[in-house]
């Protein structure tokens, strides 16, 4: 099958047809227009076989997989997605792979109403590149530097099931119930980007990012464009049931604050906006929690439980330093 013909029968008629795509998939360039008075939020991810996902992992998941990062780098921001762009690189052309790629892909973009409006495909190890594009007014959109001393850290769903369900997958958890092992598997392969959230926090939130590295990871990001500092509750961690009951108390903790891939948000709100969340949050469904709060000491996290100080150290746990790391496992640790 020739290039053309295979973005014919697996791309062209992929997505979601929107009326600011002037041209698509087919020229040079697509041609796109942005709505008066928006800017143009941009943002690429790639996802690597065997290094993002096992070389065997389910099409349908890779594509919605690759498209959710994408989208969730977005929502952090407060945008509405708009356009992607897909770059694929295959070893050989599989087309009952490409075939549920695709549906996978059509699946996710009916959804977000995004348009897959071009990309490039080529030869080589399995790699998926995508490009995602919307719009937000500039001065509303969700940078990491606003956060002020004062302001109360939140994060949206519950945190470290994808880092469990990663664990299930290699053989170093185990967890009993089946329906919990689904979910967290479930959680791991399907993330969803808090899109809706994302755009409601818009004139709320005083930063955003997404927690793709971790929790400690992600909120040193913010620490650091804002320049100060924060207190974390772990009591108040938000923790999914599958999690409470296939782990113990400190295992949780550690999924919570250093696994990846929950892609969750995570925001600080200023004192006078705190009684907004609920309200804003409200319309998209997804709940939030205030875990803690921002203070002047900069670059510093302090990790508290029922008000004591918390001892916890990223590389104590004890399978993090056993000899043989996966290698999923590394380059978690290597992007914490
Ligand atoms: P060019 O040589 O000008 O880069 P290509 O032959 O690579 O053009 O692509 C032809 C058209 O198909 C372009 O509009 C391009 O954006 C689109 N395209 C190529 N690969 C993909 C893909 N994987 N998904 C979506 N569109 C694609
Ligand atoms: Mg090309």
Redesign the pocket.
Known sequence: MK??SL?DTY?RDVSFQRKDVLLG????C?ITQIPAGQALATTTDTLVSGVHFLPDADPKAIAQKAIAVNLSDLAAMGAEPAWL????SLPNVDEQWLKAFSEGFKELTEYYSVQ?I????VQGPLAITITAQGFVAADQALKRSGAKPGDFVYVTGSLGDAGLGLDILLNHAEVQSTEHSEFLLRRLHYPTPRVFAGTSLRRVASACIDISDGLLADIKHILNASQCGACLQLDKLPLSKAMLESVDRDAAFHYALSSGDDYELLFTVSEEQKNNVERVLACSNVPATCIGQINGAVGKIDLKHNDESYAYSQTGFEHFNSAELTKEQSNQAKRA
């Open positions: 290039e053309f973005i791309f998939i087919g020229d040079d697509a762009s897909l770059s694929l897959l071009g990309g490039d495909t």
